[in-house]
């Protein structure tokens, strides 16, 4: 993957200066003159802290060897080195695992520098903290055992419902609810694995979150035969990594890396090889990417041009 911070015009510039008899100048540009914020804090540290989920599949979880990995993952690696080319330092990660209660206080308290998960940008959560651009489009749905009576979230009447603790779903189901009066029952999970083996187990007759999760935990259990996502979306939910708010510095490098990781391609390389391949469970979610993402990211690619 190329490195974000280095880009064609840099390798142009190296070019003429060698013809011109001049030493080209240094690949990794010198820390500003004064850090502030969290690239100050992780110069003076070495050390960068991303927090990730246990069971966001495919964007942030954990393989076999209880390492953290996915979509979201790669890109905050990414960050990562963007971080390390503006401090001019190499950055240890320290791994932090969230759930979709504790991620904004754990970014918000300063033990997160990076919140890399399945987390939705909306106005009311950027009162409280920044956001990347837009890294994926997904939507509320539910998933219910194949046989299931429910089609649609009217069948939802007087149901049990697993959401997830800390999510935009939980709030969706809750709105619908009282709107619709369908008086339904919320069984709320601390995670999305949590919420899945509620419905696995009998004791909630569907799962409510965003359309991909669902489908990414069926690709993980190889469950296609004995679940399904039914219904149409019931929220609108563009996914971006999270960080702390008023710290022009960072918003700075985020912006500029994922205008890089745009322009050369690199976030529809991740998103073939998350959505559209095999994950290491086996499975494949064979999801091709939203005509909604594929806009947001040309108008990206055409900002860093």
């Known amino acids: 993957m190329k490195r974000p911070g280095h880009s064609l015009f840099a390798s142009l510039a190296a070019g003429l200066c060698l013809l011109l008899g001049a030493a080209p100048a240094p690949a990794q540009e010198q820390a500003p003159t004064v850090l502030s914020g969290t690239l100050a804090k992780v110069r003076a540290s070495g050390t960068i802290a991303i927090g990730y989920r246990e069971s966001s599949v495919p964007f942030s979880y954990l393989n076999a060897r209880k390492e953290p990995i996915g979509y979201s993952i790669e890109l905050c690696r990414a960050l990562v080195t963007a971080i390390e080319d503006t401090v001019n330092r190499s950055l240890t990660i320290k791994w932090v695992p969230v759930t979709s209660d504790s991620r904004f206080d754990a970014v918000i308290g300063g033990q997160v520098d990076l919140e890399c998960g399945s987390t939705t940008s909306n106005l009311e959560r950027q009162k409280r903290v920044a956001f990347s651009p837009t890294m994926f489009v997904s939507g509320t749905k539910v998933l219910v055992k194949k046989g299931s009576p429910i089609q649609s979230f009217r069948d939802l009447a007087g149901k049990k419902v697993a959401v997830t603790a800390g999510t935009t ?23 999305h694995a949590e919420s899945f083996a509620l419905v696995k187990e009998g004791q909630a007759d569907a799962f409510a979150t965003d359309d991909v999760l669902l489908y990414g935990l069926i690709a993980r259990d190889a469950a296609k035969a004995q679940y399904q996502v039914v219904g149409d979306f019931l929220s609108y939910d563009p996914y971006a990594v999270m960080f702390r708010k008023d710290d022009p510095q960072l918003n700075k490098v985020v912006i500029d890396t994922f205008q890089v990781l745009a322009e050369d391609g690199e976030i529809h390389r991740q998103y073939k090889r998350w959505f559209m391949r095999k994950l290491p469970s086996g499975e494949s ?3 091709p990417m939203s005509a909604q993402l594929e806009t947001i990211i040309q108008t990206m690619a055409v900002k860093a041009e």
């Open 169 to 191: 779903n939980e709030k969706t189901l809750r709105d619908l609810s009282q709107k619709f009066k369908l008086d339904i029952d919320l069984k709320v999970a601390r995670d």
């Open 285 to 287: 979610l064979n999801l």
